[in-house]
């Protein structure tokens, strides 16, 4: 965990805390923040499948009761990446430094060829969406304009903050855990809890928490067809608690798209389906925070041993604590 990563948020969090409680916060005014508007994201003779964006969002002297995230991808010259790509946005905290990190926010892959759009209520993370922020856009694509399969894509993401008193439960504070990583499975000299380490994070004084992941399955070309196209368990412990789920998407056959998709876009996935945004794993840990001021998460996956042929089955996998006042 980088060091400097939780005094930021905390120290936010107990300023907004200590300034709620002087005296009542104005309602904000309903306002529109553009992150990216058609950003080019491609890789070519320059590397831009990861870019940065300064941007204000609105400060913490107005309350909103709701932040809606809309995303898009399109086509630049109508020629979008011929392939799903593994997306990703979010924030960079205390950019530049040695303690600095990338923190998910949220998860996307892309259509075969087409543009698609989707939105995301991002009210728990008004912590985050405070004030002047870097945000981040990553596609991991391979294309530029006259490739032939494809020129790349155009991303959008707009912030809809609709003004009004903070929601009935409100969040005080995003606490990173696991801010992004990718790890390999089914190595037995490199089991999964070598590669993500167990982590304890300082924590606001809070009356709720979730746990929110985001996770999801990558590689296929081998006979066990993991772990993009295989169901497995993943377990996460909360302050002694377990708690599991079999990550898999059943539903990716009901994509909608800006168009017809090419590719396997209809078959189940490790959490993930082409032309969708990635949803979130949330875990009510209220029980298990109540009274703490730190707590201690680990991660396992099921029993699974790569047999060493083909691609080497690996996850993308993010994690963050929310805590509500």
Known sequence: MPSLILPFLLACSSQRKSDTAAQALPEGEDQTVTVFAEEYVHFGEENRREVNMVTAFPDDTATYSQITGRFAL?????????WDRYGSFGVMIDDGTEGGAYVELDRFITAYRVGMEW?????ALRPTLTGTQTMR?????????????GD???????????????PEKKAIANVPVWPHQSWSAGLSDNPVEVQVLAQTVALPEHSEATFRSFITGHGWDNAQNCAEFCSK???????GEEFSRDVWREDC???ITDGTQQGTWQYSRAGWCPGA?????????????AGGTSAEISYRLEDFTWNGD???????????VIAYE
Do not use: K
């Open 74 to 82: 399109t086509c630049p010259n109508e020629r979008c990446d011929w």
């Open 310 to 320: 083909g691609d080497q089955p690996y996850y993308y996998m993010s994690g963050m």
């Open 253 to 255: 056959s009901d994509t």
């Open 152 to 166: 790349g894509w155009l991303f959008t993401a707009e912030f809809d903050f609709v003004g009004g008193p903070p």
């Open 119 to 123: 939105e995301a209520d991002l009210t």
């Open 233 to 239: 368990e993943h377990f996460y412990t909360v302050d």
């Open 137 to 149: 856009v990553f596609i991991d694509t391979w294309v530029t304009e006259g490739h032939s399969n």
């Open 277 to 289: 945004q990635v949803f979130p794993w949330d875990t009510d840990v209220t029980a298990q925070t």
